[in-house]
């Protein structure tokens, strides 16, 4: 088994798409790259703990490739604004990978080199890639939010076209129920 972690703004949507791939073992959101021990919720939104909201994901690379999941990844978040998605705002909501060893790191920086070079984005991408350090499990109530809240009104608007669109690129990947 594999681990990769992702910041792509909002931990509730990054942990309802990976969580739908095959391959994809376990997705807990929390809070990774901050500078405080045990950080909670509403101390990471203050932003003062440098934390991003994140998720963990454990997956099985003989199922799904580190490589599919940097797929996801950038064609499900905006990789090009600085501290924000959409109206999350602030550097808990940043883009980021957190690599788990070297191979981890070249893979994110050739995926990024070649996106750059196909010309993906109108913009530049202003993910950070940061070696992994340590990370802290979110509050019970963020995990697993969007499938225990479809109709609250953040989950509606944000993260149900994210699942729409992960369903509709990705289909020949997502786990059958």
């Given at each position: 088994m594999a681990l990769a972690t992702f910041a792509g703004g909002c931990f509730w949507c990054t942990e309802t798409l990976f969580s739908r791939l095959r391959g994809v073992l376990?997705?807990?959101?929390?809070y990774t790259g901050g500078h405080i021990k045990n950080p909670a919720y509403r101390e990471v939104c203050s932003g003062r703990t440098g934390h991003a909201e994140c998720v963990q994901i454990e997956f099985n690379a003989d199922e799904i490739s580190f490589d599919t999941l940097l797929a996801v990844f950038f064609d499900t978040h905006d990789s090009t604004t600085l501290n924000r998605q959409g109206n999350d705002i602030g550097t808990q909501y940043r883009s980021g990978v957190f690599y788990h060893d070297l191979e981890q790191k070249k893979q994110i920086e050739a995926f990024i080199k070649n996106l750059e070079a196909n010309k993906a984005f109108p913009d530049p991408i202003v993910t950070e890639i940061t070696p992994f350090e340590t990370f802290?499990?979110?509050e019970v109530e963020h995990h697993d939010y969007y499938n225990l809240n479809k109709n609250?009104?953040?989950c509606a608007a944000v993260i149900s076209p994210k699942v729409k669109k992960l369903l509709k690129h990705y289909s020949s990947k997502i786990k059958t129920l």
């Amino acid at each position: 088994m594999a681990l990769a972690t992702f910041a792509g703004g909002c931990f509730w949507c990054t942990e309802t798409l990976f969580s739908r791939l095959r391959g994809v073992l376990k997705t807990i959101p929390g809070y990774t790259g901050g500078h405080i021990k045990n950080p909670a919720y509403r101390e990471v939104c203050s932003g003062r703990t440098g934390h991003a909201e994140c998720v963990q994901i454990e997956f099985n690379a003989d199922e799904i490739s580190f490589d599919t999941l940097l797929a996801v990844f950038f064609d499900t978040h905006d990789s090009t604004t600085l501290n924000r998605q959409g109206n999350d705002i602030g550097t808990q909501y940043r883009s980021g990978v957190f690599y788990h060893d070297l191979e981890q790191k070249k893979q994110i920086e050739a995926f990024i080199k070649n996106l750059e070079a196909n010309k993906a984005f109108p913009d530049p991408i202003v993910t950070e890639i940061t070696p992994f350090e340590t990370f802290y499990n979110a509050e019970v109530e963020h995990h697993d939010y969007y499938n225990l809240n479809k109709n609250q009104p953040y989950c509606a608007a944000v993260i149900s076209p994210k699942v729409k669109k992960l369903l509709k690129h990705y289909s020949s990947k997502i786990k059958t129920l």
